[in-house]
């Protein structure tokens, strides 16, 4: 389509252009509209309704404008029809609604489909659309809108609802309080950079005025005053953007831990004295131009690593907002949405097919079939009718039914499971990073360093000793070092991200460069997760009528068909009648078939089938097994169940090869445990089921307890407690949201290529930071060796020091750690 | 009395007057999202009605 389509271009065709069988473009989107469907009478045409109804909603408030835009979505208007209901109600508010200064109330919420310049005209029209919105602005990186608006006068529903109209669902962000928190830091230290700069900058001129009148012979009167001038402006860099190192060494002291800020402030503080000194004595060498340029380029560095880290945990946040955030309770005779906070004890909820259960309960009304992998790994759904009990998170499959709620909130199983999964994050003790156990190190070398320095040339040159030895403390200054890991990690973070892997971490990109333990889920993660077909035994020309057949049924067995020959069947089938528990008839193409459990299409044939009992007896006894029938005769059986990734086994043998100890650690039953568990060639001992959740955690803390580094891999919440506990959690693509918010990486694309994938880009990140580290090591060899030589002047301090930081900056940006975007996808 | 002890003390107050500009529009929130503003200057003046 062309991007250059006006509102002209969309006028009726005459019944003689209809010879050219163009179908005329939606008037909203500008995609072709099915002609048949569309009105040729009528001025504009439109591809569905939902673009109709914002074409004549933008033109009825003077919006016509949009249309003559550069660049617009050309995508349908797909309006979700949902009343926000929830978005009104008193926990909502307590949760997401701040009030402003002037009364109004303000929000942020999460955007589906923004994309381009007209998403951010169109929402940010909102106030023109809606009188008693005061302020609707998009930040089109982050799809967050805030919104600010008279709540007195106009619900919040309204508002979400109109936008869903246009085409944007909306969802309330969770991150609110922390993200105003976050905004503070990150406004300061950008500021504090750019202090810093102009001041190296400056001190650098003077320092220039400085090092060409020691060559030309300067007058004494203007060598005094660049020295002053250098110390006035460096001790403001020092008050306030420098302070940070400051704070940062005085708090490692006080933990009695030692951080990459201790020997950076021990630097400064050498070098500040030192030159401050020489300068009001008038004598010896002042080091404040390297010094400046020094807290310069570590600031920048800070920064690179605060927003690599924040943009990876940006975007799983921006998933969590996805989840359902809502329920529908029944009151009387009607239906309404209410938070699922605000769910209690005693409350009727109403489940469709395909939605999640919000809190625990009984079922009340209807019989449906539900998927409880989330919450116990148990790949096959199971049956639930009047009487039963559901729990919150778990799947509701087949049908509506109606729940009795027990529990809600706090007290509900998978709450009480979140709470466990809290629980084991905050034991977890934190990881020491390579450079900061390199730091104590460093700091005891270079103290020894200076202070041998100063005895031996006490004993030849006594009034050289002082000076030699603290150009030693300021030219080893580690910035370099402490450049060299964050550096390398944030340009890896920000590259997984591209290739959806999103690293919270770096901590996670360092343990996961060495082989260790590798303990993977198999619901979900070795596996698809869903039901779908895996054995077929019969004739090919059996397929289309089953197909035929199953196209036009909500089981969970039926979509597993689907799944594997697609939603639309060629055949179509007539009389299709459902038998609940036992199967599915039909005719098809003029025969009679009948699909379903063996058992009972075998009671209704007429003959048995040998070659089919023989098929049924070899069938995985992991998979469910299906029999058809055509016209009263067994002629084919199939086997459904959770079918392998395709490259699990693939993936699996290259981390073998690299030496990682995998296992398995499954919910399902020990049987289908050991069947997936050979055919991907774990070692019989390596393979456990029916694993409990707090099984799998007791799992993991018995690995730690032996000194073990553990790697978990895994999905649902029944992982999710693992997961925390584990030295590194991983969560894989369509995980559950508590599982997600717990890992420290978390795989966007599905597939277990992606974790080989990983653990490859943290292999190479790691070579990075080590050559990082050897760089920066090697120019302080130089340094330290010319200061202890006394061939250091400040001119080679202030070139050296920036030098070898430039280096490393551009060693970890040349690095190919994570493949980059454009790349993947040629 | 060389004029650099003049000129370069008002240099540096104009430095001083960058720097606080910079500081203050960095705190007031220019910097927090970099990538709206340029796409929302591309949109003409609205407002007026156009049938």
Redesign the interface.
């Known amino acids: 389509m062309s991007t250059s389509l006006q509102l002209g271009t969309t006028e009726v065709r005459s019944g003689a252009d209809a010879a050219m069988r163009t179908a005329p473009a939606c008037a909203h989107c500008g995609l072709a509209t099915a002609s048949e469907a569309s009105d040729h009478t009528a001025e504009h045409v439109f591809c569905c309704s939902g673009c109709e109804m914002v074409y004549s909603m933008l033109?009825s408030h003077?919006?016509?404008?949009y249309y003559a835009?550069?660049q617009r979505r050309e995508r349908p208007a797909r309006s979700s029809g949902r009343s926000y209901e929830e978005f009104d109600h008193a926990t909502f508010a307590s949760l997401y609604i701040r009030e402003t200064a002037d009364g109004l109330s303000r929000t942020e919420l999460y955007l589906e489909g923004v994309h381009?310049?007209s998403c951010?005209?169109l929402v940010?029209?909102v106030p023109?659309l809606l009188s008693g919105v005061a302020r609707a602005?998009?930040?089109?990186?982050r799809s967050l809108a805030t919104v600010e608006w008279d709540a007195g006068t106009l619900p919040l529903s309204q508002i979400a609802r109109t936008l869903d109209t246009l085409g944007y669902q909306a969802h309330p962000f969770r991150g609110v309080s922390r993200d105003a928190l976050r905004?503070t830091e990150?406004?300061?230290l950008?500021?504090r950079i750019?202090?810093a700069g102009?001041i190296a900058i400056?001190v650098m001129l003077a320092a220039l005025a400085l090092y060409s009148g020691e060559r030309n012979g300067m007058d004494d009167s203007?060598q005094r005053?660049f020295r002053w001038?250098s110390l006035l402006?460096t001790l403001p860099a020092f008050a306030w953007p420098g302070r940070v190192f400051f704070t940062g060494a005085l708090s490692a002291f006080r933990t009695r831990s030692l951080h990459m800020d201790v020997p950076i402030a021990i630097a400064l503080a050498a070098g500040l004295v030192r030159g401050a000194v020489n300068t009001i004595t008038n004598s010896g060498p002042v080091y404040f131009d390297g010094l400046a340029i020094l807290i310069f380029a570590l600031l920048v560095g800070r920064f690179l690593q605060l927003r690599g880290q924040r943009l990876a945990s940006d975007s799983a946040e921006m998933l969590h907002a996805l989840a359902p955030s809502s329920a529908r309770i029944v009151d009387g005779d009607r239906v309404r949405e209410v938070p699922t906070a605000a769910l209690l004890p005693g409350m009727v909820m109403d489940v469709r097919a395909g939605e999640c259960f919000a809190a625990d309960g009984r079922v009340t009304e209807g019989s449906s079939s539900i998927n409880a992998a989330l919450l116990t790994g148990e790949s096959r759904p199971t049956r639930v009718t009047v009487g039963d009990p559901v729990f919150g998170g778990t799947l509701n499959i087949e049908a509506p039914i109606r729940v009795f709620v027990e529990a809600a909130g706090e007290e509900s199983r998978i709450a009480r499971l979140l709470q466990q999964v809290e629980e084991s994050a905050q034991r977890r003790a934190p990881v020491v990073l390579l450079a900061n156990r390199l730091a104590g190190i460093f700091v005891a070398v270079v103290l020894v360093a200076a202070v041998l320095t100063f005895v031996i040339k006490w004993q030849y040159a006594p009034q050289r000793a002082l000076d030699d030895a603290i150009a030693l403390l300021i030219v080893t200054c580690p910035c370099a070092l402490a450049l060299a890991t964050p550096l390398a990690i944030t340009v890896a973070i920000g590259r997984a991200a591209g290739n959806g892997i999103l690293v919270k971490g770096g901590d996670a990109l360092e343990l996961l460069s060495v082989p260790s333990t590798l303990v993977l889920d198999k619901t979900g993660t070795l596996t698809e997760g869903q039901t779908t077909l895996v054995a077929w035994s019969g004739p090919l020309w059996v397929q289309p009528l089953v197909h035929a057949l199953e196209v036009g049924s909500s089981h969970p067995l039926a979509a597993g068909f689907r799944r594997a020959w697609g939603d639309t069947s060629v055949l179509s089938a007539t009389q299709s009648q459902h038998f609940a528990g036992n199967g599915l008839e039909g005719m098809v193409d003029g025969t009679f078939v009948r699909v379903g459990a063996p058992r009972w299409v075998m009671a209704h044939a007429h003959t048995p089938h040998a070659e089919i009992d023989v098929a049924l007896q070899g069938l995985d006894p992991s998979l469910t097994p299906v029999c058809v029938a055509v016209d009263n005769e067994v002629v084919a059986c199939a086997g459904l169940g959770d079918a392998i990734r395709a490259d699990a086994l693939a993936s699996l043998r290259i981390l073998r090869h690299k030496g990682w100890r995998t296992i398995m650690l499954s919910g399902d039953s020990p049987a289908v445990a050991a069947t997936v568990g050979k055919t991907l060639e774990f070692e019989p001992s390596a393979v456990s089921g029916g694993n409990a959740p707090e099984d799998k955690l007791a799992f993991i803390e018995r690995c730690k307890a032996r000194g073990e580094r553990v790697v978990m891999v895994g999905d649902g919440v029944n992982d999710a407690s693992a997961i925390a506990a584990a030295t590194v959690g991983i969560g894989v693509h369509g995980g559950a949201e508590a599982c997600l918010a717990n890992a420290d990486v978390h795989l966007t694309r599905p597939g277990l290529a992606t974790l080989v994938e990983l653990i490859e880009g943290t292999e190479r990140t790691a070579r990075v930071i080590k050559r990082n580290i050897a760089f920066s090591v090697a120019y302080n060899l130089i340094g330290g060796g010319l200061a202890i030589a006394g061939m250091l002047t400040p001119l080679i301090a202030a070139v050296l020091m920036p030098a070898s930081s430039i280096t490393v900056v551009v060693a970890s940006w040349m690095s190919r750690t994570f493949p980059q975007q454009s790349e993947r996808q040629s | 009395m060389s004029v650099v002890f003049v000129v370069l003390p008002l240099a540096l107050l104009f430095v001083g007057a960058g720097v606080w500009a910079f500081v203050r529009a960095t705190l007031s929130g220019q910097y927090d999202d970099l990538d709206t503003p340029a796409l929302r200057m591309l949109h003409d003046d609205d407002g007026e009605i156009k049938k």
């Open positions: 033109q003077g919006l016509g404008q835009l550069p381009c310049a951010v005209w940010e029209r023109l602005e998009l930040n089109i990186r905004q990150n406004r300061r950008l500021a750019g202090v102009a400056n203007y005053f001038v402006l």
